[in-house]
Nanobody, 112 residues
C-alpha cells in the first residue's frame, strides 16, 4: 500500500531554514505529481507546493514563493521541501500528499 513518511521538522528561529523530506513507497513514484500541504492550529489545511512527475515544473502558494523550494529525487522515491527565511506564520504540521494519500505529517515550529 502507499506509504508517505515525512521527516525533518523541528523548532527553528525566525529567519532560519529547514529541509523536509517525504519518503514514498508502494507506488510508482515517478508517475505521480507530489505535493506539500500544511495545517496551522485552528486553520484549514493549505497547499504549499507541488512538483510535476519529472520535477521540471513546480508551483507555490503566494505565501511561500521565493522562500521555499520543492524538489524530488525519483531514484530515491523522495520529495523535499527546502524552507528558507522561515517566519512564525510558517508554523504548522507539514504533510506530503499524492493522489488521495497523505503522510502522517511533521511539525515545524518557528519561534524565538
Amino acid at each position: 500500500q502507499v506509504q508517505l513518511v515525512e521527516s525533518g521538522g523541528g523548532l527553528v528561529q525566525p529567519g532560519g531554514s529547514l529541509r523536509l523530506s517525504c519518503a514514498a513507497s508502494g507506488f510508482t513514484f515517478s508517475s505521480y505529481v507530489m505535493t506539500w500541504y500544511r495545517q496551522a492550529p485552528g486553520k484549514e489545511r493549505e497547499l504549499v507546493a507541488s512538483i510535476s512527475r519529472t520535477g521540471g515544473t513546480a508551483n507555490y502558494a503566494d505565501s511561500v514563493k521565493g522562500r521555499f523550494t520543492i524538489s524530488r529525487d525519483n531514484a530515491k522515491n523522495t520529495v523535499y521541501l527546502q524552507m528558507n527565511s522561515l517566519k512564525p506564520e510558517d508554523t504548522a504540521v507539514y504533510y506530503c500528499k499524492t493522489g488521495s494519500d497523505w503522510g502522517q505529517g511533521t511539525q515545524v515550529t518557528v519561534s524565538s
